[in-house]
């Protein structure tokens, strides 16, 4: 015979468990991302419009972007830290990101340093012709690379780094991008990542693919 308190325990547990499966469910209605980038934010909502997830920048929650210190060695460590951190203040599904060029020459720099490599205050323009300037009759392959992590309360943390293979330039040249791309050279389309169209970059770029992938996850999760 089952005793009561056992019986107890087991219809607990049971409604525990909906009740954890309901608040899943409430909470990847919405996603925060910890960036205030009008551009980012853009293509993030683009990608998962589809799957009816909200998509919100973190001003939109806290009233700011807070600055949280990335202390790891690699682009997915910096993306959980921004993450887990982010989403612990405010106990919501967050997504951060962090990006950057790889240029095999310089031993892989600027890398996880890629927006402060040369100082923060620098202008791409200058840091871009350094660049030029660095491998010049060197090997010249370079990528850039996406890590994103998206940080659920009550999970593991879901992490994804995608890559978009290129070389560098030589010289600066586009003005559809932003950052490294007018350098980045990409030889299948004979064109640098500043002269590509929206759709050429959206089926090549280290972010189209990470968020691409971040899409599949997140259909499964639902």
Not at 36 to 50: D, P
Not at 216 to 222: A, D, G, S, T, V
């Amino acid at each position: 015979m089952i005793s009561s308190s056992f019986l107890v325990r087991i219809l607990t547990i049971y409604f525990m468990c909906c009740i954890n499966d309901k608040e899943r469910g409430e909470r990847m209605k919405q996603i925060v991302v910890a960036s205030t980038n009008k551009g980012k934010i853009r293509e993030i909502k683009a990608m998962l419009e589809g799957i009816g997830i909200e998509v919100i920048s973190i001003k939109d929650v806290l009233g700011y972007n807070p600055d949280v210190e990335e202390t790891g060695k690699t682009f997915v460590e910096n993306a959980v830290i921004k993450a887990e951190t982010v989403m612990k203040m405010i106990n919501k599904p967050t997504l951060a990101d962090d990006s950057g060029l790889e240029v095999d020459a310089l031993d892989k720099a600027p890398g996880i340093y890629s927006s402060r490599w040369m100082g923060e205050d620098t202008p791409y323009s200058i840091k871009n012709q350094a660049i030029i300037d660095k491998v010049a009759g060197k090997e010249r392959t370079a990528r850039f690379i996406c890590a994103m992590a998206l940080a659920i309360p009550g999970e593991e943390t879901i992490t994804i780094q995608e890559s978009f293979e290129g070389e560098i330039n030589d010289r600066i040249e586009g003005e559809n991008g932003f950052g490294y791309d007018p350098i980045f050279y990409f030889p299948p389309l004979k064109k640098t990542s500043a002269t590509m169209s929206l759709e050429e970059k959206n089926q090549h770029s280290h972010r189209a693919k990470a968020l691409k992938k971040l899409y599949k996850i997140l259909k499964e999760h639902q």
